[in-house]
């Protein structure tokens, strides 16, 4: 009788055993292909983080595969607060599509900034970012720049920057992201 029970207990094992190398091989391989599956993009000179008025630490790599459009802006600019209706118009109507805006406001205050998306509705990831203009070489604001989901710079804004001009580039992007996918 303990000879039956060895056995079974030996039997158990090696099932149990077998269960776990094979967990482990479906684990690997499925850790490798969501790793393989995330796009990429090279930003280049143009790659910064920057931590959003929420509290998000945001590197503009995260967004590859999208279509991104930096726009680099002060609350107390005019160009900037006559542009901000169209980009939150653009944004509610391409989000599902792949196209994000990350808004970097320069040369203000966190309450100045906070103030200003509340009157315009501003949706999109917003934060502070001085170095960011910096780094972008800005000398006038609104400076924008829109980035094709592989991280290529599809143009250079720099002023007032209309959604109808903004538009067709974006439509032209985003079919580039739905070819890649």
Same mark, same amino acid.
Request: aromatic share 12%.
């Given at each position: 009788? @303990?000879? +039956?029970?060895?056995? @079974?207990?030996?039997?158990?094992?090696?099932?149990? @055993?077998?269960?776990?190398?094979?967990? @482990?091989?479906?684990? =690997? #391989?499925?850790? /490798?292909? !969501?790793?393989?599956?995330?796009?990429?993009?090279?930003?280049?000179?143009?790659?910064?983080?920057?931590?959003?008025?929420?509290?998000?630490?945001?590197?503009? !790599?995260?967004?590859?595969?999208?279509? &991104?459009?930096?726009?680099?802006?002060?609350?107390?600019? +005019?160009?900037? /607060?006559?542009?901000?209706?169209?980009?939150? /118009?653009?944004?509610?109507?391409? /989000?599902?599509?792949?196209?994000?805006?990350?808004?970097?406001?320069?040369?203000?205050?966190?309450?100045?900034?906070?103030?200003?998306? #509340?009157?315009?509705?501003? #949706? =999109?990831?917003?934060?502070?970012?001085?170095?960011?203009g910096r780094q972008y070489g800005t000398y006038g604001i609104p400076d924008n720049y829109l980035f094709n989901p592989d991280g290529s710079l599809v143009k250079r804004f720099v002023g007032y920057t209309k959604?109808? &001009?903004?538009?067709?580039?974006?439509?032209?992007?985003?079919?580039?992201?739905?070819?890649?996918?």
């Amino acid at each position: 009788m @303990m000879k +039956g029970n060895d056995r @079974m207990k030996r039997l158990i094992l090696a099932g149990i @055993m077998v269960l776990c190398a094979v967990w @482990m091989v479906y684990a =690997f #391989q499925s850790a /490798k292909s !969501s790793k393989a599956s995330k796009p990429a993009a090279n930003y280049g000179k143009y790659e910064f983080s920057y931590t959003t008025l929420d509290g998000k630490k945001v590197n503009l !790599s995260d967004y590859a595969g999208k279509t &991104v459009l930096v726009n680099i802006w002060a609350p107390w600019c +005019g160009p900037c /607060k006559l542009e901000t209706p169209g980009f939150v /118009k653009i944004y509610k109507e391409y /989000k599902e599509r792949g196209f994000e805006i990350l808004s970097v406001a320069v040369n203000t205050n966190e309450s100045d900034v906070r103030e200003f998306m #509340q009157k315009y509705g501003v #949706q =999109f990831p917003v934060g502070i970012g001085d170095n960011v203009g910096r780094q972008y070489g800005t000398y006038g604001i609104p400076d924008n720049y829109l980035f094709n989901p592989d991280g290529s710079l599809v143009k250079r804004f720099v002023g007032y920057t209309k959604e109808e &001009v903004l538009r067709p580039l974006l439509e032209e992007s985003l079919k580039l992201a739905a070819k890649t996918k």
